[in-house]
T-cell receptor, first 112, second 115 residues
């Protein structure tokens, strides 16, 4: 069964605006990862946050993790047309941590 | 490095036909995975392998078989295709060097239609 659920399902923003998407999960995790999928392509790893971390940055990406609420958020700042994609959160369990469980994704459209 | 490659990219099958999807990785990764992606469902794990000669069932293994005879290759077989197996199939790999923070590397996908 899917562990993570993303919210919203779809998001449309203007170029230059920020995009925020959320992920909720059900059981304790080792880490949480975010992936991007451009249309017709495979998934690409964006960022990983460990269970003992609360916030992590990578370029224009900011990820937060609240293990007490079992939730994470991904913020993309100053969005560009190239950020148009689907974004998936994936959780790694405490045991068998190589097996990721993916959510259904958030589709982000950045309008020029 | 080519990373993870998948063959074929597209395929149309008739119900009852069989086929094999090939995944190859050149990163010397120990772990390999097969997923299917359906609209609104995200990725669901079909089978996975933690090393050459080993395979295990994932979340949705019924109707599929796999083999990992060589470390770099992971094959997914459909013995008797059904319309419910119409999907996009992704292969991925990860390395034990990243333990316990396994990032997965994905192939470009195979779009399979069963009529």
């Amino acid at each position: 069964s899917q562990q993570g659920e993303e919210d919203p399902q779809a998001l449309s923003i203007q170029e230059g605006e920020n995009a925020t998407m959320n992920c909720s999960y059900k059981t304790s995790i080792n880490n949480l990862q975010w992936y991007r999928q451009n249309s017709g392509r495979g998934l690409v790893h964006l960022i990983l946050i460990r269970s003992n971390e609360r916030e992590k940055h990578s370029g224009r990406l900011r990820v937060t993790l609240d293990t007490s609420k079992k939730s994470s958020s991904l913020l993309i700042t100053a969005s560009r047309a190239a950020d148009t994609a689907s974004y998936f959160c994936a959780t790694a369990p405490l045991s068998n941590d190589y097996k990721l469980s993916f959510g259904a994704g958030t589709t982000v459209t950045v309008r020029a | 490095n080519a990373g993870v490659t998948q063959t074929p990219k597209f395929r149309v099958l008739k119900t009852g036909q069989s086929m094999t999807l090939l995944c190859a990785q050149d990163m010397n990764h120990e772990y390999m995975y097969w997923y299917r992606q359906d609209p609104g469902m995200g990725l669901r794990l079909i089978h996975y392998s933690v090393g050459e000669g080993t395979t295990a069932k994932g979340e949705v293994p019924d109707g599929y078989n796999v083999s990992r005879l060589k470390k770099q290759n992971f094959l997914l077989g459909l013995e008797s295709a059904a319309p419910s197996q119409t999907s996009v199939y992704f292969c991925a790999s990860s390395s034990t060097r990243d333990r316990p923070f396994y990032e997965q590397y994905f192939g470009p996908g195979t779009r399979l239609t069963v009529t």
